[in-house]
Structure formats: C-alpha cells, structure tokens
C-alpha cells in the first residue's frame, strides 16, 4: 500500500465531502432537524474524527484493492462503485424503510458517499507504487 496515496485520499475525501455538504447545506438543513441546529462552522473535534473516519475508508480501499490485485483506475472506479452499492447505498436505503429519513436526505448522502468512495478507491488503486 502507497502511504502518500492514501494520505492524499484523505485529504481529497474530506475537501470532496465538504464542498458536496456546503453545496447541499440548504437542502439537508430543510430535511433534518439536526442538520439545521448544526448549520456553523463545525468543532475541531466533530473535523478531527470525520478525518478519522476517512482515513479508515482509505485504508480500507487500499487493502482491497491490494488483495484484489487491482492496478489500474478503472479497477478503482469498479472498486468504488461496487463498495458503494455495498455498503452505503444499502444501509442508507434501509433507513428510510425502516426509520422514515427522507430519501432526498438519504440520496444527499449517497452522493457524498459515491463521490467519497469511487475518488478514494482511483487514488489508491491506480497509486500504488
């Protein structure tokens, strides 16, 4: 694994989140409560574990990648879009059935997650030596 690749992955996941979170503010504070009561500048601390938070994301597309002998950035799309459809895409779509989010504030986040995933797994996949 490419320690700088990751490093950078990070640090592009959580410029991406955020440009995507400030482009959407208005529409995810008009769907959620907490969103709108949390609409400032955020604490160091709530930026410290998000960064946390895409460091494990990172790491964990790299290793993916690693064992999967993925090289090339079209193996890091197909990585980012699978693990995408996988996880978030799942567990997202699971609380609007189950816990009545609203799916326009369910697919602000898929978005975000898409963007975050597929950006983070061409990064460590196509960087690898």
Do not use: C
Not at 24 to 43: I, K, N
Not at 71 to 92: E, M, S
């Amino acid at each position: 694994m490419n320690y700088l690749a990751i490093a950078v992955a990070v640090v592009a996941a959580f410029v991406l989140s955020t440009v995507w979170y400030v482009i959407f503010g208005r529409q995810r504070a008009e769907l959620s409560a907490a969103a709108a009561a949390d609409a400032s500048r955020p604490p160091p601390w709530k930026v410290l574990v998000e960064l946390v938070r895409s460091l494990a994301v990172a790491l964990v597309l790299a290793a993916l990648a690693s064992r999967s002998g993925a090289t090339a950035w079209t193996d890091g799309l197909w990585l980012g879009l699978v693990t995408w459809v996988g996880f978030p895409v799942v567990l997202l779509s699971g609380s609007v059935i189950w816990e009545n989010v609203p799916w326009k504030l369910a697919a602000i986040h898929a978005g975000d997650w898409l963007l975050k995933l597929v950006v983070v797994a061409v990064l460590v996949t196509a960087w690898r030596s």
